[in-house]
């Protein structure tokens, strides 16, 4: 009997690293919990005090500004197509934003659980993901990502 489930495939900084091209201050993926290449993924983010934007959003009350939270977002959507044998290798980029909503603050401490799926690939040159970031299990942000390659 096989199993229909796909097995998770958990990915490490390092492993990450390898895949993205984002570096300090802009790695904003933690670690990936479940992952089907070509498909969907899920990972962490884990927001702490140290990170940069701290220091000027806000000073009194720190929050995760919004477009990081997106980039995150689309950090995960990269995980997704960063695998697929019959794309040609290049660098990604943000292409379009739609529908995109931000329902609660972030803040240091936080988790963010990313989940992406994969909703359009064409001509191996731009696709579309859908996004959501939860904390505790609460959406705080989600919406649909576009990306190109650039030549």
């Known amino acids: 009997m096989t199993n229909s489930t796909p097995t998770p495939v958990v990915l490490r900084s390092e492993e990450i690293m390898g895949l993205l091209p984002h570096r300090y201050p802009f790695a904003l993926v933690d670690r990936v919990i479940e992952h089907e290449p070509g498909e969907r993924a899920v990972a962490i983010k884990n927001v702490t005090l140290n990170e940069p934007q701290f220091q000027g959003h806000f000073p009194d009350r720190p929050l995760m500004p919004g477009v990081l939270i997106v980039e995150a977002m689309a950090q995960v959507g990269g995980l997704i197509v960063t695998q697929m044998p019959d794309l040609p290798k290049g660098l990604f980029v943000f292409a379009g934003i739609d529908g995109v909503r ?3 603050p972030v803040v240091p401490g936080d988790q963010l659980v990313i989940s992406c799926e994969l909703v359009s690939l064409k001509r191996k040159r731009f696709g579309k993901v859908r996004a959501e970031a ?5 959406v705080v942000c989600s919406g649909d990502l576009m990306f190109s390659l650039v030549d």
């Open 134 to 138: 939860t904390v505790d299990k609460q």
């Open 102 to 104: 931000f329902r609660r």
